[in-house]
């Protein structure tokens, strides 16, 4: 198998210069910087990945996103702010363009802190959306941590998210060891709007969570702003040029405090326990911030599979006839936090092939065939359809939590030469024509044959002499 040069030094690219397939270089909005110290861990955690921490104020009047029309950051984790904006160079134009150009952003929010407006407008933009009080928080008078809330119940704790669909990676399940929580303190929920097939939730309140704004002095809330899981505190957004966006509703849960702290659930029949903050932390930045869920396609190939040796036959030709049988190969790979390797889609799950013209003609199912250390081989046979055209060998895989693969490849499909139809004794239903013109040829030669053949019948004279036969 031969492997994608191009392929080959992304690769090599990736590896020495981080160990994100996208770059390395993060720029962290703290409009404190004092409060590093807070999450000491997380960023300590970012650079022993291999990133390169930039930490900026947005009040910084020299802060830019973009230097001589390029990206000057690969990726941004936005911290909460106490101020209204973020200044002239973090609008929400700027950020859009941001993800436009491919960059990544982490967003993280807090009910102790307002939300600037320029995110409340950028989120809107991408239908995510906030409570419209900003003192808005997020509690659960059942699944609360009883040693660090145990009035306010604004401290949720919630299992390791499982997976959307059986179809569907789960990145943010961690290992799976025992009951692993999460603790979520002082979040500000989001409601993801219908619409968008881009928007995917991560981490969902559970039936008895709402959010409320503790301000109101009422015992029941009249009109939550979301309940159970209307409510998303872990929102994600994969754009269509597969730069990602995520909304963590809780910034105290990066903190140092909450890695690895001892909680209590609420249920009385349960013990203290140590939260996996650390694990989903690193989980949903390295998701954010292109260290996994990254596909690339490698090698494409396809060529006429017909005559003793198929193998032989050139490789992406440019021009087919109809009814040939046709081989399709695609090398895809997965990035998996420092390296490439094979990819393997879920069991519900399968890669297509569109052969298509203005409309799909084939939908087919790629099944692998070989793999080796940095990718698997999808295949797929098929006959090609009893049309003439511009056809395109279409490959789009496009999966929740996976960057977006779209290859193309067009070729054109010609009618049968002259020379290449099929001869009438080959084709069953001209048999009964081929016979009566048999019969008819055989039975004038026999005819004229024995017209031939035949003698004159000699002619009598009668007694007054006149000719008889």
Do not use: C
């Not at 409009?31 to 960023?43: C, G, I, M, Q, V």
């Not at 692993?180 to 309140?205: C, D, E, F, K, M």
């Not at 809780?250 to 609420?266: I, R």
């Amino acid at each position: 198998m031969r492997w994608s040069p191009t392929l080959l030094l992304l690769g090599w690219l990736s590896v020495v210069t981080a160990l994100s397939s996208s770059g390395n270089r993060l720029m962290v909005v703290l409009e404190e910087l004092a409060e590093k110290t807070k999450y000491s861990k997380f960023f300590g955690d970012l650079e022993a990945r291999g990133f390169k921490l930039s930490f900026e104020s947005p009040k910084n009047e020299k802060l830019s996103l973009f230097e001589l029309g390029e990206r000057a950051y690969d990726h941004l984790l936005v911290l909460p702010s106490k101020s209204k904006g973020l200044g002239p160079a973090l609008t929400p134009l700027a950020l859009l363009q941001f993800i436009n150009a491919k960059g990544n952003i982490l967003v993280s929010l807090s009910s102790s802190n307002p939300t600037p407006s320029a995110l409340v407008s950028l989120l809107l933009e991408l239908d995510i959306h906030l409570p419209a009080d900003r003192n808005t928080a997020v509690v659960d008078h059942f699944n609360y941590d009883t040693l660090s809330a145990p009035e306010k119940h604004d401290v949720i704790l919630l299992p390791q998210p499982g997976p959307l669909r059986p179809d569907v990676r789960n990145y943010f399940g961690g290992a799976g060891e025992g009951e692993a929580v999460i603790a979520i303190p002082r979040a500000v929920g989001q409601t993801l709007g219908n619409t968008s097939p881009l928007l995917t939730p991560v981490l969902r309140g559970a039936r008895t969570t709402y959010s409320y704004n503790p301000k109101d002095d009422v015992e029941v809330a009249e009109d939550p702003f979301a309940v159970g899981s209307q409510l998303s505190l872990v929102s994600t957004m994969q754009a269509l040029n597969s730069a990602r966006f995520t909304v963590i509703g809780s910034s105290e849960m990066l903190e140092d405090k909450w890695f690895n702290a001892n909680v209590k659930h609420s249920d009385k029949a349960s013990k203290e326990t140590k939260t996996s903050n650390r694990a989903f932390a690193k989980d949903i930045s390295g998701w954010t911030f292109n260290e996994i869920g990254i596909i690339k396609a490698g090698q494409i190939q396809h060529y006429l599979n017909e005559g003793a040796d198929a193998t032989a036959n050139s490789t992406n030709p440019k021009i087919y006839r109809v009814k040939n049988t046709v081989t399709y190969n695609v090398d895809l790979s997965e990035y998996s936090w420092d390296r490439f390797i094979p990819f393997v889609p879920e069991a519900a799950d399968d890669v297509q092939l569109e052969f298509s013209m203005l409309s799909p003609f084939h939908r087919l199912r790629l099944e692998p065939s070989s793999t080796d250390a940095n990718s698997t081989t999808f295949t797929s046979t098929f006959k090609l359809p009893d049309q003439h055209g511009i056809f395109n060998f279409m490959l789009k895989y496009q999966r929740p939590f996976l960057s977006n693969v779209e290859e193309k490849s067009t070729v054109t499909v010609r009618h049968f030469a002259h020379d290449e139809f099929p001869r009438s004794w080959a084709i069953s239903g001209a048999w009964p024509w081929m016979t009566g013109i048999g019969v008819t040829i055989v039975g004038w030669v026999a005819f004229v044959g024995l017209w031939l053949w035949s003698a004159p019948v000699p002619l009598k004279l009668t007694v007054s002499g006149k000719k008889i036969q």
